[in-house]
């Protein structure tokens, strides 16, 4: 059986996560794994998956209010919904929202 860890949680109210050795993550109940093409850090962890929730609420919307231009806001969403600092967001490749990239199918419908 893989060993695993916890992930620590920037967001006090965050799900638990739990990483296997090999660095993949499972999902709590409500949420989906979204496999990331370079592996960046969180919290001094690299990961090589997001956590995301399986819908977005208007308060994730939200944290995109104060954005300019459409990267940022992509940025602020994916750390509100991934619950990681704007730095590890801002660290994901650029590759990672292109349509066909499963990041990019999931959050380009939210920032229409």
Do not use: W
């Amino acid at each position: 059986m893989a060993q695993r860890k916890r992930i620590p949680k920037s967001d006090p109210e965050a799900e638990d996560i739990i990483q296997a050795a090999d660095g993949k993550a499972t999902a709590p109940p409500g949420f989906q794994v979204i496999k990331l093409s370079q592996p960046i850090m969180v919290e001094d962890v690299m990961r090589f998956d997001l956590i995301v929730p399986n819908k977005l609420t208007l308060g994730d919307l939200q944290a995109t209010d104060a954005a300019q231009g459409d990267i940022e806001k992509a940025i602020f969403l994916i750390a509100k919904i991934a619950k990681i600092p704007i730095t590890s967001a801002m660290s994901i490749d650029a590759v990672d929202l292109r349509e066909s990239a499963d990041l990019g199918k999931y959050i380009t419908h939210f920032l229409a």
